[in-house]
């Protein structure tokens, strides 16, 4: 069992840039794969960034890629999402999301322990 927490939304200005931060319980982190989510008012949950147990693997929707970063640090329990550049259509909530080793096919899901996510909202 996994319990994540997710911190470090609010409002920014177009092409400003906020950290996410999600902290995560339990003793074996380090076996989970680990995604950040977000959904828009209106509009279906989607996938944004992940990145493998090891931190060694990471992937991006296209729409983010070279603006955000995701990070993990195994011996803290969190894992980050640095966004840069940000966009109004970067407006969401986003959620942290973990899958342990033994149940992951994709790092695209599906996940199997969210957060409860935070808001993130971008202004022109």
């Known amino acids: 069992q996994v319990q994540l927490v997710e911190s470090g939304g609010g409002l920014v200005q177009a092409g400003g840039s906020l950290r996410l931060s999600c902290a995560a319980s339990g003793r074996t982190f380090s076996s989970y794969a680990m995604g950040w989510f977000r959904q828009a008012p209106g509009k279906e949950r989607e996938f944004v960034a992940a990145?493998?147990?090891?931190?060694?693997?990471?992937d991006y929707a296209e729409v983010v890629q070279g603006r955000f970063t995701i990070s993990r640090d195994n011996a803290k329990n969190t894992v980050t999402l640095q966004m840069a550049s940000l966009k109004p259509e970067d407006t969401a909530v986003y959620y942290c999301a973990a899958v342990h080793l033994s149940n992951f096919r994709n790092k695209r899901g599906p996940y199997d322990y969210w957060g409860q996510g935070t808001q993130v909202t971008v202004s022109s």
């Open positions: 990145i493998m147990w090891s931190g060694g693997r990471t």
